[in-house]
């Protein structure tokens, strides 16, 4: 993950180009993590809603429509990541990787999610599993299940990116514990014992209804008499069609048997399953692509490295991490990114903060169902849900997947000529995670934000939290701290003491002042 400091958002505009009567945008994006690409309407109103652009072009030569109004611009970053910047750098003693474009991105108008992380693995020279520099990269990729017009688009952009990061873990679990199970089959029949068999099929289908098959029709017509007197009449619709498919079924096994000279059956099965222990996974950088009304794709490029497992292990209190240079504090960095770059930004993220320490940053998202100050404070509790969650997987989760493929068919050929060709083909995959109860003391939002989707003009509420072992350490001496002064047990508390009196104040000894060894003595009485 990125490690460079200082660096703010920025969005320039780079392209802007009339296509049926839509202005098509792309935008750099500079420390997000994230490619975004994106269709501006060509409205005034709906374009002022795309809050990602910095400066915007002139309408292209022979537009009917001019360019809107630029929105004000964002600060220039304070550092800007380069090529040139180092790719690793030594923190404390523990060396941390990804500095050189971690949060940079260069949006595409036209390209899928999953073929921008490709050329984008190409452009770093990486490629998918183990890398000499010791990375492991896998690449995810989901479908939004809504598009930018539903109400429930920022929640879809979150499932759609939880799907990509699934997508990419199972690829990791499956280069850890594949089992494979195969199985393939091919029959083929003709004389007797293709007509025996197809005999029998056509007197199982046209058979006269046993007594179960009467009872339940029996059931079934007293129901329908009920409902029609009622005013319902689907069911005699319903039991038409069953009808209709039952003699249809009958036709087939009448034909089959009459006219069947032979058949090819041909089956080939394959199951992929792996259920392995990941942990340590981040998003390095994601590529998201929306348009209007489309319902686009979200694709992560995720990594493991020895320091991000290092991490992990520290949090889980197995081993200890050096300190480090100071950096900047993570409250501050994120406010510094924005709410236009944290809105593209999922996932956990390693830094190092102020005190030298390299800590977890997690990002959650929220979207609120209104507009009230309560609603809103619903979605900033949901934000923080989500990025605890976040937190958790990359602690350690307990992959599970398993994918079967079955490609079969049946071809029959019958004794005037005609063949009939039949699929059975299916494809069934599952994936599931699971993480038990962890303790995690210590977690702090340290930022939240708001901002409008410039698609979907809806509200998304973001938080930020960081989770450190130094905080964690802190967080169990002011538990123990609680826990010794037993206040939720209850109990006489103060009522058995009483006041004690103070002693009254002791008067000081007088002391004579001294003076020097001559004097006179008492004058006697009166003589």
Same mark, same amino acid.
């Given at each position: 993950?990125?490690?460079?400091?200082?660096?703010?958002?920025?969005?320039?505009?780079?392209?802007?180009?009339?296509?049926?009567?839509?202005?098509?945008?792309?935008?750099?994006?500079?420390?997000?993590?994230?490619?975004?690409?994106?269709?501006?309407?060509?409205?005034?109103?709906?374009?002022?809603?795309?809050?990602?652009?910095?400066?915007?072009?002139?309408?292209?030569?022979?537009?009917?429509?001019?360019?809107?109004?630029?929105?004000?611009?964002?600060?220039?970053?304070? $550092?800007?990541?380069?090529?040139?910047?180092?790719?690793?750098?030594?923190?404390? &003693?523990?060396?941390?990787?990804?500095?050189?474009? =971690?949060?940079?991105?260069?949006?595409?108008?036209?390209?899928?999610?999953?073929?921008?992380?490709?050329?984008?693995?190409?452009?770093?020279?990486?490629?998918?599993?183990?890398?000499?520099?010791?990375?492991? $990269?896998?690449?995810?990729?989901?479908?939004?299940?809504?598009?930018?017009?539903?109400?429930?688009?920022?929640?879809?952009?979150?499932?759609?990116?939880?799907?990509?990061?699934?997508?990419?873990?199972?690829?990791?679990?499956? =280069?850890?514990?594949? *089992?494979?199970?195969?199985?393939?089959?091919?029959?083929?029949?003709?004389?007797?014992?293709?007509?025996?068999?197809?005999?029998?099929?056509?007197?199982?289908?046209?058979?006269?209804?046993?007594?179960?098959?009467?009872?339940?029709?029996?059931?079934?017509?007293?129901?329908?008499? !009920?409902?029609?007197?009622?005013?319902?009449?689907?069911? *005699?619709?319903?039991?038409?069609?069953?009808?209709?498919?039952?003699?249809?079924?009958?036709?087939?096994?009448?034909?089959?048997?009459?006219?069947?000279?032979?058949?090819? *059956?041909?089956?080939?099965?394959?199951?992929?399953?792996?259920?392995?222990?990941?942990?340590?996974?981040?998003?390095?950088?994601?590529?998201?692509?929306?348009?209007?009304?489309?319902?686009?794709?979200? &694709?992560?490029?995720?990594?493991?490295?020895?320091?991000?497992?290092?991490?992990?292990?520290?949090?889980?209190?197995?081993?200890?991490?050096?300190?480090?240079?100071?950096?900047?504090?993570?409250?501050?960095?994120?406010?510094?990114?924005?709410?236009?770059?944290?809105? =593209?930004?999922?996932?956990?993220?390693?830094?190092?903060?102020?005190?030298?320490?390299?800590?977890?940053?997690?990002?959650?998202?929220?979207?609120?169902?209104?507009?009230?100050?309560?609603?809103?404070?619903?979605?900033?509790?949901?934000?923080?849900?989500?990025?605890?969650?976040?937190?958790?997987?990359?602690?350690?989760?307990?992959?599970?997947?398993?994918?079967?493929?079955?490609?079969?068919?049946?071809?029959?050929?019958?004794?005037?000529?005609?063949?009939?060709?039949?699929?059975?083909?299916?494809? !069934?995959?599952?994936?599931?995670?699971?993480?038990?109860?962890?303790?995690?003391?210590?977690?702090?939002?340290?930022?939240?934000?708001?901002?409008?989707?410039?698609?979907?003009?809806?509200?998304?509420? &973001?938080?930020?939290?960081?989770?450190?072992?130094?905080?964690?350490?802190?967080?169990?001496?002011?538990?123990?701290?609680?826990?010794?002064?037993?206040?939720?047990?209850?109990?006489?508390?103060?009522?058995?003491?009483?006041?004690?009196?103070?002693?009254?104040?002791?008067?000081?000894?007088?002391?004579?002042?001294?003076?020097?060894?001559?004097?006179?003595?008492?004058?006697?009485?009166?003589?």
């Amino acid at each position: 993950m990125s490690f460079f400091e200082g660096v703010t958002g920025e969005i320039k505009k780079t392209a802007a180009t009339k296509i049926a009567g839509a202005v098509v945008g792309t935008a750099t994006l500079v420390a997000t993590g994230a490619t975004v690409s994106y269709f501006a309407k060509s409205s005034p109103t709906t374009t002022e809603n795309v809050a990602l652009t910095a400066s915007q072009d002139p309408a292209p030569a022979g537009s009917q429509n001019p360019a809107p109004a630029p929105p004000p611009k964002l600060p220039a970053p304070a $550092v800007a990541a380069s090529a040139t910047t180092p790719q690793s750098a030594v923190v404390g &003693g523990v060396t941390v990787e990804y500095q050189a474009d =971690y949060g940079s991105a260069t949006a595409s108008d036209s390209k899928d999610a999953s073929d921008q992380a490709q050329e984008f693995l190409a452009s770093k020279g990486w490629v998918e599993g183990k890398n000499p520099n010791g990375m492991f $990269v896998v690449i995810g990729k989901a479908s939004l299940p809504c598009g930018s017009d539903s109400g429930k688009f920022d929640e879809c952009r979150r499932q759609a990116f939880s799907q990509a990061m699934f997508s990419a873990k199972r690829s990791l679990a499956n =280069y850890l514990a594949l *089992e494979i199970s195969a199985s393939m089959s091919s029959t083929y029949r003709e004389g007797d014992v293709l007509k025996q068999l197809t005999q029998s099929r056509a007197q199982q289908t046209s058979a006269p209804r046993g007594l179960t098959q009467k009872v339940a029709l029996l059931a079934n017509s007293f129901i329908d008499e !009920e409902l029609k007197s009622r005013g319902v009449n689907f069911g *005699e619709e319903q039991s038409a069609q069953a009808e209709a498919e039952r003699k249809r079924a009958a036709d087939l096994a009448r034909k089959d048997a009459e006219q069947l000279i032979s058949s090819s *059956e041909f089956k080939s099965a394959v199951n992929v399953a792996a259920m392995t222990d990941v942990s340590a996974v981040q998003a390095y950088r994601t590529f998201e692509y929306i348009a209007p009304g489309a319902k686009g794709s979200i &694709g992560v490029v995720a990594i493991y490295s020895e320091k991000s497992g290092q991490l992990q292990q520290a949090l889980l209190g197995l081993v200890d991490l050096p300190a480090g240079a100071p950096k900047e504090a993570i409250g501050k960095w994120a406010a510094a990114q924005g709410a236009s770059t944290l809105l =593209y930004t999922f996932g956990v993220q390693p830094r190092v903060d102020e005190k030298g320490e390299l800590v977890l940053v997690a990002f959650g998202q929220g979207s609120p169902i209104g507009n009230s100050e309560r609603q809103l404070d619903a979605a900033e509790q949901k934000a923080g849900i989500d990025a605890q969650r976040a937190a958790r997987f990359f602690l350690g989760e307990l992959v599970a997947s398993e994918q079967q493929q079955v490609e079969a068919s049946t071809l029959k050929d019958f004794s005037d000529n005609s063949s009939t060709y039949q699929s059975q083909s299916s494809y !069934e995959e599952l994936m599931k995670a699971t993480a038990d109860k962890l303790s995690l003391p210590g977690g702090n939002r340290v930022y939240r934000w708001n901002l409008r989707h410039p698609l979907s003009d809806k509200t998304t509420v &973001g938080a930020v939290y960081v989770f450190s072992v130094s905080e964690a350490l802190n967080a169990n001496k002011l538990r123990d701290q609680f826990k010794a002064a037993g206040g939720a047990a209850g109990g006489k508390g103060i009522s058995t003491k009483r006041p004690v009196d103070p002693a009254p104040p002791s008067k000081p000894e007088q002391k004579r002042p001294l003076t020097g060894g001559s004097g006179t003595g008492t004058e006697g009485d009166e003589p």
